[in-house]
């Protein structure tokens, strides 16, 4: 094994040369012909681009793809500026992007001129999921305790705690307080996942819908007590996470009142005039990935539901969940120009 | 062109002049007025209100930044703006310091703008040489061996090594990158 | 002591030739990141960790905090030879260190900075093996107000600094607050001073910004001058080290006083570069040679780099014990944690106890290994210097360019960098500061977000700074020391009218 890792690091560094690159078997219709570059629109450190990395390190360990990838973050403008990318890069098929719900709601919040339409829809590898989280040293054990809580307290007593403004985090917050009978959250906006998830526990803020990759070290410790998933079913992951509890045990919302449902598409996009084949070319790599145990157990750690869709399938998902933030984000009055 | 030895100490006092220092003085003032209007007028449309339950509003902070900028600017150019009586204005600039500069800025900006077209590698080494060979009267072999030194050993840094993905022109694209 | 065994053990599983020889790999590449401005710690450990995962995850994360350390170190060298901050954390080196290169002191600069980056960090590393579980609890008590006081103080810490007269200071600084609102606003959501290019979506990076005013600029002041290096016809003496080493002593105080603002800013998390600018800061005002500072004094690249090799490494603690990275190269590494299957969290140091003391046994190796190769190759980065200026310019335009594109991947950075670049020439002049813009392109949009978090928490009340004892007492120091010039100023005029009194 040290052999092993050694030679890679020779190869890696040069010093192995160019020769040894010929290999892989020329199945396909299409190869990339340069190294391809995997856009992230968001920052180091978060969901995205965990997965992003990831991706890569399953592609090269597995050596995956006959060129390299490249990743590379541009997260400015809350996305904006990776999308724009992908949008003026339409001819070069060597571009590939992950996305996140800032597919959606960066166009809407800020009026940035782009539209998932201007990319070109390869695959859907998961659906992220969103859970009600506050801290353990609450009182609150369901979501029904914390709702009418909230509806017992206070105007704006309450902080809900959230990645970015304007998008999904607090898409969910606008939809919780649909019920509580009027009394609002105080949204307050952080920089990234993981931080939010210390400020929970911390006490600086009430509750979170983090994902579950970005509290799951809370929860094990002890310090956050997850009280509802915003699916419609129970998670199928069913190994004991913490000691007492899996994240299958974990109740949908609607299971304990508050029926509102919403999912974070984890998506590959290439550019958008990319032929059929190359399509087909990283619809294939993306596969094998998700073939390999290790994306598996990527999967469950961060508790995701593993719906996977191509084709018209994804793009007909793609339709429905752009008019339905669209929808959710006007009547939250977060469309840029609606004020 | 020996004027342009970056190599050699210049006494840039005891040259012509160019342009006096109080003359940059109040030019730039006025540049920082201009700034501190361009970020009020958009605070302005951001709103600059400190909001009832939120605290300021996004135009709140660059508002009253812009505007202290431009008091503290104003202060600037009325200090500037009085002509030093007696002696002569003290110079920023000679015209030959201010060529010397020319010599590596002019060159450079020449080199930022062929980086879209050629790609930064082949720009670089053509600037690196050419700078070499005018300014700094090297013979060709060295100033090649120099350009080509520093482009190859960065396309291997950041294209190969670290897979850093940096303009690249049609040389580089031939060779299939 | 436990952690003592704890440790032994760590150090049994660190020391194998195999993790010696990753380290050496691991801080040459990390020298090479911190040389170029543009390669950040973050790429190197992100290049390298796909082929971590065939090591066992001890060996993997040795080889990777090399990068981390080896980019700590080798931020300083351009920084001091060239006045290019080669990492945003050096750009505080440069106000001395550039300056006592070119009085001929270039190699007891790089020695005084890579020394003194060793202290802060094994000061850190200690912190880390006594402290761990203590400064996590400690860390989780900074909510937005308390992160807000953290970053008042860091500016209070810097008033009154520039050597401009007080007006061009001001307009300075709020320049660099200005541009720093430019982009997307984190709380709102909506954009700002854009006016409609998309270019301008990402704001003005802090590193195209430092690239363009300290690198080019420098340029352009050393082509209208001719090239002032007196050390350029210096004989290069291999007595480097011992000679800075024996003035190192008298420095004791503002070595305490920097790893302390250090380790403080790495865990919070405010991070190595206000760090630096902090340490420098306090250092400047408190120490007997403060007044020299900005003139090429030892001890203006001692403070700043103490620190930030400080914050740097217990930036490392709170990603280890809470999951949040306290740099963007601690965030790739989160990355790579979670790959090989460890959990950041809580429960870390419990769950994988040969992993973590492997760890922080690591560091310590890593920094002493660290030492050692930067140590010996003083002279040839010295020897730099005697490289003709007419070969080096056009390298460095070439250099700063590319820093300058890779920020972001975008030519307009490149062309804001010329921008800057006469912008700074300008400047020192016109004897506009810089180090206030600096630190308020660097900071102004985390104090804002923090600021405004706050007062979305507090319902709009400012009081909100002085409801407990940590933000109070921090905002209450921050004022003490914005408002120490002043009073320090009566206090001379006090103790000079008195004897002339009596």
């Known amino acids: 094994m040290r052999m092993k890792s050694w030679k890679t690091i020779a190869k890696r560094l040069g010093l192995a040369a160019g020769l040894g690159v010929l290999a892989s078997a020329p199945a396909l219709a299409w190869e990339p012909t340069k190294p391809v570059t995997l856009i992230i629109p ?14 890569q390190g399953v592609i090269q360990k597995h050596e995956l793809m006959s060129k390299p990838l490249i990743v590379v973050n541009k997260g400015g403008g809350a996305g904006a500026e990776g999308f724009l990318e992908m949008k003026a890069s ?36 998961a659906l992220d999921q969103f859970i009600l989280w506050v801290n353990a040293s609450e009182p609150y054990k369901t979501a029904g305790d914390y709702i009418s809580a909230v509806k017992a307290g206070e105007d704006r007593a309450f902080k809900m705690g959230g990645t970015g403004s304007k998008q999904e985090d607090q898409i969910i917050t606008v939809a919780i307080e649909k019920e509580t009978g009027g ?76 029926p509102i449902e919403y999912q974070m598409l984890r998506g590959i996009f290439t550019t958008k005039n990319a032929t059929p084949d190359q399509v087909a070319y990283y619809e294939g790599v993306l596969k094998k990935v998700m073939e390999t145990p290790e994306w598996k157990e990527f999967m469950e750690k961060g508790a995701f539901n593993q719906t996977t869709m191509t084709g018209s399938e994804f793009e007909a998902w793609l339709t429905a969940a752009e008019a339905r933030h669209r929808e959710l984000m006007t009547g939250a009055g977060f469309v840029a120009g609606a004020k | ?95 030959p310091g201010f060529l010397r500069m020319c010599a590596i800025f002019a060159p450079a900006v020449a080199f930022v703008f062929a980086i879209s077209w050629i790609g930064i590698y082949v720009s670089s080494a053509i600037y690196i040489a050419a700078f070499m060979l005018v300014v700094g009267k090297f013979p060709l072999w060295k100033a090649l061996a120099v350009a080509l030194g520093v482009a190859g050993i960065s396309f291997a840094m950041f294209e190969i090594w670290f897979l850093v993905p940096l303009p690249k022109g049609p040389l580089e694209a031939a060779f299939g990158f | 002591m436990e952690e003592l065994s704890a440790l032994a053990e760590g150090f049994g599983h660190a020391l194998t030739w195999y993790n010696v020889a990753l380290m050496v790999l691991g801080i040459t590449l990390g020298v090479v990141i911190g040389v170029l401005p543009g390669l ?34 080798g931020g300083a060298i351009t920084a001091i030879l060239f006045n290019i901050p080669g990492e945003p954390w050096s750009v505080a080196t440069t106000f001395d260190g550039h300056p006592m290169a070119q009085r001929g002191r ?21 912190l880390i093996t006594f402290l761990a579980p203590a400064v996590a609890k400690f860390a989780l008590k900074f909510g937005p107000a308390e992160f807000f006081a953290v970053q008042f103080l860091t500016f209070a810490s810097f008033l009154g600094m520039g050597r401009g007269t007080p007006w061009k200071t001001l307009a300075s600084m709020c320049l660099g607050f200005a541009l720093a609102s430019v982009g997307l606003d984190g709380v709102t959501g909506s954009l700002r001073m854009t006016f409609g290019y998309d270019e301008l979506l990402n704001g003005f990076k802090f590193l195209v910004a430092v690239i363009g005013l300290f690198g080019i600029g420098e340029i352009l002041t050393s082509m209208e001058d001719g090239l002032k290096f007196s050390g350029a016809d210096a004989k290069l003496r291999m007595d480097a080290v011992i000679r800075t080493w024996k003035q190192l002593p008298r420095m004791f105080g503002t070595f305490i006083r920097s790893c302390i603002v250090g380790c403080w800013m790495g865990i919070t998390p405010g991070g190595a570069t206000p760090a630096s600018f902090m340490g420098y800061g306090l250092a400047k005002r408190f120490s007997k040679r403060g007044h020299n500072f900005g003139k090429g004094e030892l001890e203006g690249v001692v403070a700043p780099e103490t620190a930030a090799h400080a914050a740097g490494t217990s930036a490392l603690l709170p990603m280890l014990t809470l999951g949040i990275p306290g740099s963007p190269t601690a965030a790739v590494l989160l990355g790579g944690l979670l790959i090989w299957g460890l959990q950041p969290g809580p429960l870390l140091f419990v769950e994988q106890k040969e992993f973590v003391w492997g760890l922080i046994a690591s560091m310590y190796l890593g920094n002493v290994v660290g030492l050692i190769m930067v140590l010996t190759c003083v002279p040839l980065f010295a020897a730099i210097l005697r490289v003709p200026f007419s070969i080096v310019a056009p390298v460095i335009v070439v250099i700063c360019a590319i820093g300058a594109y890779t ?15 006469v912008m700074g020439y300008l400047f020192s002049k016109l004897g506009y500061p810089l180090p206030p813009l600096v ?64």
């Open chain 2, 1 to 95: 062109m020996s004027a342009i030895d970056p190599d050699q100490v210049h006494d840039v006092e005891a040259e012509k002049p160019l342009v006096s220092l109080r003359a940059a003085d109040i030019a730039v003032a006025l540049l920082f007025l201009a700034t501190s209007a361009i970020v009020i007028v958009d605070s302005v449309r951001l709103g600059f209100a400190w909001l009832p339950n939120e605290g300021p509003a996004p135009g709140y902070f660059p508002f009253y930044i812009a505007v202290t900028m431009g008091i503290a600017s104003l202060i600037n150019l009325a200090r500037a703006l009085p002509q030093p009586e007696g002696e002569e204005a003290k110079p920023m600039t000679s015209v």
């Open chain 3, 439 to 502: 630190l308020a392109l660097v900071l102004g949009d985390q104090a804002e977000s923090s600021f405004r978090q706050a007062m979305l928490v507090s319902q709009g009340d400012v009081t909100v700074f002085w409801s407990n004892w940590l933000s109070g007492s921090i905002m209450t120091l921050g004022v003490i020391l914005a408002f120490w010039p002043l009073a320090q100023g009566l206090m001379n005029r006090f103790g000079r009218s008195r004897p002339a009194a009596a």
């Open chain 1, 42 to 55: 968001a920052g180091t450190g978060g969901g995205a681009d965990q997965m992003a990395r990831f991706i």
């Open chain 3, 407 to 421: 920020v972001n991947n975008s030519m307009f950075d490149v062309w804001m960098m010329l921008a800057f670049g």
């Open chain 1, 90 to 125: 339409a001819n070069d098929p060597h571009k590939i992007v992950i996305t996140l719900s800032n597919l959606f709601t960066t166009p809407l919040g800020t009026g940035t001129p782009f539209n998932w339409k201007d990319m070109k829809p390869v695959k859907m590898m």
């Open chain 3, 40 to 73: 950040g710690g973050a790429n190197g450990v992100a290049i390298l960790l796909p082929l971590t995962f065939s090591m066992n995850p001890t060996s993997a994360i040795i080889m990777l905090t090399s990068i981390y350390w080896g980019a700590l170190f």
């Open chain 3, 106 to 126: 270039a190699d007891e600069a790089l020695v005084g900075a890579f020394t003194s980056s060793f202290v802060g960090a094994i000061f850190a590393v200690a």
């Open chain 1, 183 to 258: 009394k609002k959250f105080t949204y307050v906006p952080y920089d990234g996942g993981g931080k939010v998830a210390v400020q929970l526990v911390g006490g600086h803020i009430t509750s979170s819908v983090n994902n579950p990759i970005e509290a799951v070290a809370q929860w094990r410790g002890g310090q956050l007590r997850p009280l509802c998933i915003f699916d419609k079913a129970r998670s199928t992951y069913t190994a004991k996470v913490t000691e007492a509890q899996a994240w299958g045990d974990i109740p949908t919302c609607a299971e304990s009142g508050l």
